[in-house]
């Protein structure tokens, strides 16, 4: 009981008003900043806790659902183990549901001039100090005993474990910080990492590896620990004795109170796996790759030379277990061709690789890779790799076959499941996946071992190499010394790494990598006009809708349609929303409609439309959304504040009042002029712009080919001039006419060869007939048939290489992540000049497809079935992945009846793509997007025509996740964040 009634005192003081503090306690609708300053202007503790009632609930669930493992957990053990759990069973009933909500920045002035992170007092909420400042910093062990160890800056959470004697067995430690923030943190030799600093008040919690249950009770355990505020300070007796005032008393000590004292000489904080690219690009050593992966998001280019070869390599993470890219090999002493002695011979390859299993304690991490495996072939390899972490050493060990198992140092393993596993074929054809070869013939080991150095920017890396090099493609054996490789990688800054290194015994290797993770590229909008200033009352003279749309735009780059109130509800239409980041772009839209509509507006209504299709509606609540933006708010309330979206149900004109309609162009975002106060009528009658006619642009056009025969870059600079007529909301012309300014086309002389119509390779005369083009002009009308079936018609210069007419039809429900499209076209070979005249060849093309968001991770799928530019039939398959910022990740393949000796080199058509947002790169936002997309060989089987105008893409609102790209989140606390994180992706 004495145990018992500590830890109830240890754990609810620091949520309690410390006696005899004659500062009051808050007042009904008193900010917290007001509160702070009654005190003082200091920046107040972070152990300052924010208590809502309300919250109690989800945490009374969250301890319950802990204390229900925990008797589960003791009820299958005896003896010592189920003691443990008994003790830290009676521990945690002890703790109370405190209601505590997470809590910013706590300096009273900065809270002054940030009103939505300053909270107010109310509702039976308050806010509470530590009676005392915190000093210790708290290991809770696993029997629910509190060890002490007064807390020293720049210390590893390791060294707190260590004064306890927990840190033997442990693989993770979690801590909740004074403020309510919570991590996790690797502390084992396989996965150490510096994490974050304990500062005083810290709870840490590190069960040991063997007490698996009270592991995986981890997370929510922790959590529950950050409602608790900061950790409590030693009992009386058991600081006395910490300090040498008296002798300790095991009479009066609680049983769950003990102390720790840390090491004289404070541990080097350990660093991260400084993984790097290899001489192949991928995430290895020098020749070999490793089962290390760089994170989702990761994109990265390198360069290596080691003679006779030289690589260019473009790898991607697309998902935290998949790495893939491309790359270009040149060989210097072998020619391209018999007609092409100036430039070595190049050959493209693509790489995969996939993570089977995660590092643990006993386990290695595991991978499973392929090289060469939609190329030409000539270095096709595959291979399981294993990789093993000790502190600052990573080992691995692999086995490859192929061009890595050339050696043939052990007998092939897969020999024990048949005798054709002794040979491997060779292929006749370029561009297969040649699955009848996989991990035949002669197999090898390889493996090797990095050092993060004492110097952090500096890993030496030592392998062994399976190839022997005397197989070498194009009959080019190459001396090898020793299979001894020895390198540097020396990180010159984060996304720069230089590589040198000695191989094969004998030749010099040189590299760099440049990359990084674009999934969480983001650039603040400095050069964005200032966000309407927040203020919660309604404005006393609204300035008139003319000016609300202009500001809108301002605000947007939206267009305005039509403004019009309706009862206590001001509904809004705009075009040209279209964008990856929509949700900054609504948010800003409201801001404005808050500013600048009268009091009697209670909702607002904004309506989404292109090309004068309706798709989309979102609601606001004008009250919660300004609540929501004057005080930061608990999670129970913030889950009550939602946006509404629904199906477009357009407002009749029958039920609003006459419109005020502005001339075409009079209401933009730089001429609108300061708008004097709308009087009372003129607020409540709709505002309605007048169609644009006319629009124009001009931006800089870049194209290029890399690995072609005549030279590995051709590329050319010019000018583009983009301009559309709208004849009505849902008919338009449109064209673009391009001037080539700057090029290398002059040894530009190659066509490749083709056995069927020549749709696409025909490109180099597309391409330098004429300086001056005309790629698209096309007239082009678009409508709905029902509520979730849209069709489109055109006719006119549809592409570069081909004009003539076609339609479409898509069938989109609204909220739906399915949906199917037909189009059909009859089009006819356009002249090399790309300007009026027409070649002869012409055919039908079309095709079915079905369009998939799968809600998975980002992964979007599409399926398309039908005839291609050069009459041939056959299937398309795009997967991509979408990140969170809207960088897209994808790749493509199309099979036809057309035969591999048919189609050519390459055997079917392939590519890789890339598109991100500018928003994410730019300091002021932007609709537009960049990339590339990278196919092997250009070729004329699987070609598709390249349409301007898509249905699905104009009506990608539709998608249930259309609002959920944006920049990522920036890491920084935020009054009113939730400790428990129930909704938080894991």
């Known amino acids: 009981m004495l145990a018992l009634g500590w830890v109830g005192y240890a754990v609810a003081q620091p949520l309690t008003d410390p006696s005899g503090d004659a500062s009051p306690a808050p007042v009904e609708g008193e900010r917290l900043s007001q509160w702070l300053l009654q005190r003082s202007t200091a920046p107040a503790d972070p152990g300052l806790a924010w208590l809502v009632p309300q919250e109690k609930l989800p945490q009374q669930y969250l301890r319950n659902v802990l204390l229900i493992h925990l008797e589960r957990s003791a009820a299958q053990r005896s003896g010592a183990d189920r003691a443990i759990r008994v003790r830290l069973l009676s521990w945690l009933h002890g703790l109370p549901a405190t209601g505590r909500v997470a809590l910013g920045n706590v300096d009273p002035r900065w809270l002054e001039v940030n009103p939505g992170q300053d909270p107010i007092a109310g509702d ?138 840390l090491p004289l000489v404070a541990a080097k904080p350990p660093r991260p796996l400084d993984i790097s690219a290899n001489d192949w690009g991928e995430i290895g050593l020098l020749q070999t790759p490793t089962a290390r992966m760089s994170p989702a998001g990761e994109i990265r280019a390198s360069y290596s030379s080691v003679w006779p070869y030289s690589r260019v390599n473009v790898m991607f993470q697309p998902f935290e277990w998949m790495e893939a890219g491309f790359r270009y090999t040149s060989i ?32 290695p991490e595991l991978a499973l890779g392929f090289r060469d495996i939609g190329g030409t072939g000539l270095f096709s390899s595959e291979y399981f790799v294993a990789n093993k972490r000790f502190g600052d050493f990573d080992l691995s060990l692999g086995i490859g076959w ?94 720069v790494t230089l590589s040198a290194g000695v191989e094969r015994g004998e030749k010099f290797m040189v590299g760099f990598t440049v990359g990084g993770n674009l999934s969480t590229a983001q650039m603040p909008k400095l050069l964005d006009p200032p966000q309407p200033n927040f203020i919660p009352d309604a404005p006393s003279t609204p300035p008139g809708w003319r000016d609300t749309a202009a500001q809108i735009e301002m605000q947007t780059g ?87 979206d629904y199906a477009p149900n357009d407002v009749a004109e029958a039920d609003l009042p006459p419109v005020t309609a502005a001339p075409p162009g009079t209401v933009t975002a730089t001429s609108a002029p300061a708008a004097a106060p709308a009087s009372a009528d003129e607020a409540r009658a709709p505002w309605r712009r007048q169609p644009d006619t006319f629009d124009f642009g001009f931006s800089p056009n870049f ?146 497809s079905l369009y998939w968001n799968t809600g998975w991770n980002g992964v979007l799928v599409r399926v398309s079935a039908g005839q291609y530019l050069a009459g041939d039939r056959g299937v398309s398959v795009d997967v991509a992945r979408r990140f969170d910022n809207g960088l897209t990740v994808g790749a493509y393949a199309t099979k036809t009846n057309v035969s591999s000796a048919q189609f050519g080199e390459g055997s079917f058509d392939k590519g890789i793509y890339l598109s991100i947002p500018l928003d994410a790169l730019l300091p002021r936002s932007s609709r537009s997007l960049i990339g590339f997309n990278w196919s092997p060989l250009t070729r004329d089987g699987g070609a598709r025509l390249g349409r301007a105008v898509s249905l699905y893409d104009m009506t990608y609102i539709r998608d249930p996740e259309a609002f959920r790209f944006g920049p990522p989140p920036d890491g920084k606390p935020r009054a009113g964040d939730n400790i428990l994180d129930f909704d938080a992706k894991r």
Not at 199 to 205: E, N, T
Not at 335 to 345: A, C, K, L, V
Not at 431 to 437: E, I, M, Q, R, V
Request: glycine letters at 8%.
């Open 124 to 261: 039976r909420t308050r806010f509470v100090l530590p009676g005392a400042a915190a000093r210790d910093v708290v290991v809770v062990q696993p029997d629910g005993s509190l060890c002490h160890v007064p807390h020293e800056g720049g210390r590893w959470i390791g060294d707190y474990l260590r004064a306890c004697g927990a840190l033997e067995g442990v693989d993770w430690a979690w801590i909740a910080q004074p403020d309510g923030r919570t991590a996790r943190t690797g502390v084992a030799l396989w996965n150490r990492t510096e994490g974050v600093e304990p500062v005083p008040g810290a709870w840490i919690w590190a069960p040991p590896r063997a007490m698996d249950d009270l592991v995986a009770a981890s997370e929510g355990l922790i959590r529950f620990l950050a409602t608790q505020g900061a950790a409590p300070p030693a009992p009386p007796d058991l600081a006395a004795t910490a300090a040498g005032i008296r002798e300790p008393r095991p009479d009066r000590l609680p049983l769950f109170a003990t102390n720790g004292m």
């Open 703 to 848: 194209n290029q080919i890399i690995g072609g025969p005549n030279n590995f870059a051709l590329v050319e600079l010019g000018m583009k001039a983009n301009a559309q007529y709208n004849i009505s909301r849902q008919t338009w012309l449109q064209g673009q006419v391009n001037l080539r300014l700057a090029d290398n086309y002059g040894s530009f002389t190659y066509d490749a060869p083709s056995g069927l119509p020549r749709v696409r390779t025909d490109q180099r005369l597309y391409l330098t007939t004429s300086r001056v083009t005309i790629p698209n002009l096309q007239l082009t009308h678009v409508g709905q048939l029902t509520e979730n079936q849209f069709y489109s018609v055109y006719g006119g210069y549809l592409e570069p290489m081909f004009a003539g007419v076609g339609a479409e039809w898509l069938y989109r429900p609204w909220g739906s992540s399915v949906a199917f499209g037909i189009d059909v076209n009859h089009v006819r070979q356009r002249e090399y000049s790309q300007h009026f005249a027409l070649r002869d060849y012409q055919v039908n093309t079309g095709h079915a």
């Open 558 to 644: 939206w267009r305005v349609l039509r403004i019009a109130p309706k009862d206590d509800v001001l509904h809004l239409w705009v075009t040209g929303a279209n964008t990856v980041y929509r949700t900054t772009r609504t948010e800003r839209a409201v801001a404005v409609l808050h500013a600048t509509a009268p009091a009697e507006i209670r909702s607002f209504v904004i309506h989404y439309e292109e090309h004068g299709l309706p798709l989309h509606a979102q609601a606001f609540v004008r009250d919660e959304w300004v609540r929501a933006r004057a005080q930061p708010l608990p999670p129970h309330l913030a889950r009550d504040v939602t946006r509404s």
């Open 402 to 495: 192929g061009y890595m198992g050339a050696s043939g140092n052990i007998s092939n393993p897969f020999r024990l499941l048949g005798s054709r596993f002794a040979t491997r074929p060779t292929s006749d054809s370029t561009g297969n996946a040649n699955f009848s070869s996989y991990f035949r013939g002669p197999a090898a080991l390889f493996g090797g071992i990095q050092w993060r150095t004492p110097w952090d920017p500096l890993t030496l890396k030592i392998e062994f190499d399976g190839n022997n090099y005397q197989n070498e493609p194009l009959a080019n054996p190459l001396p090898r010394r020793s299979p001894i490789n020895v390198g540097l990688a020396y990180r010159l800054t984060p996304g």
């Open 332 to 363: 210097s002493n072998r020619d391209y061709g018999p007609q092409f002695t100036n430039q070595s011979f190049k050959d493209k390859s693509i790489d995969v690789k996939f993570k089977l299993l995660r590092e643990s304690t006993y386990w």
